[in-house]
């Protein structure tokens, strides 16, 4: 049962860099969701999609892009890294069914802008 | 503005005993779900209970019951008789389906520690 996959686990960065996150879901949910958690915070959406071709931003969409070009991959790119963007990301995907509907998620990629 | 409230950073709770989770939400929608997930050390993100705003019953699921108040806005969750390993980082969450495209909308999170 693999669920969601995220990977890396865990990104080293220099500022500048840029690098992508992937995720993939096996469920075929239509719903997946990028979240960036930082202490003290909880987790806040970056970008997300209701279903193949749409994308949407969230609350901290700035300096990340998405794309949904199949059901099961959702990946983050960072486009020029900053140290703002230390943060740990959550990968997370559902159906769309009204409200009862339990978002699954990825183990999470920890990632370090120097 | 903030949508989900969870005003305790932190708890100690002796094992065995019960613990309450403070969770209030704002939301202008008449259906809603609400959600709670345990976020362990190891980083994983565990969904827990889920409660519907349209459901009479509290959600219970084992030892994890939600004490929702509609009209307070509030969906606390017990842990009762807690263990060692209820010792993680909770999160309530809320989804608005209506209004907000399914977004999962978290709160800041409650750090439990169970002492033995």
């Known amino acids: 049962n693999a669920g969601v996959t995220q990977t890396p686990k865990f990104q080293v960065l220099k500022t500048g860099q840029s690098m992508t996150l992937q995720c993939a879901q096996d469920m075929n949910h239509e719903y997946m969701s990028w979240y960036r958690q930082d202490p003290g915070m909880g987790l806040r959406l970056i970008h997300y999609s209701v279903g193949a071709g749409i994308t949407d931003q969230g609350e901290v969409p700035n300096g990340y892009n998405v794309s949904r070009s199949t059901t099961e991959d959702f990946p983050l790119r960072l486009l020029s890294a900053a140290p703002s963007q230390t943060s740990v990301y959550f990968c997370?995907?559902?159906?769309?069914?009204?409200?009862?509907?339990?978002?699954?998620f990825g183990q999470g990629t920890r990632l370090t802008v120097v | 503005a903030q949508k989900i409230t969870q005003t305790q950073p932190g708890m100690f709770v002796q094992e065995k005993e019960a613990v309450t989770l403070d969770c209030t939400y704002d939301t202008s929608d008449q259906s809603y779900g609400l959600f709670w997930y345990k976020q362990p050390s190891s980083g994983e993100m565990i969904f827990l209970i889920y409660?519907?705003?349209?459901?009479?019953q509290n959600a219970t699921e084992g030892r994890y019951s939600l004490n929702f108040q509609k009209a307070r806005k509030s969906a606390n969750l017990v842990i009762s008789a807690s263990q060692l390993g209820d010792s993680a980082m909770y999160f309530c969450a809320m989804r608005e389906p209506r209004s907000n495209d399914y977004k999962l909308s978290f709160g800041a999170g409650t750090t439990v520690t169970v002492r033995a």
């Open positions: 409660q519907g705003s349209y459901d009479e």
């Open positions: 997370a995907s559902s159906y769309l069914q009204g409200a009862k509907t339990e978002a699954f």
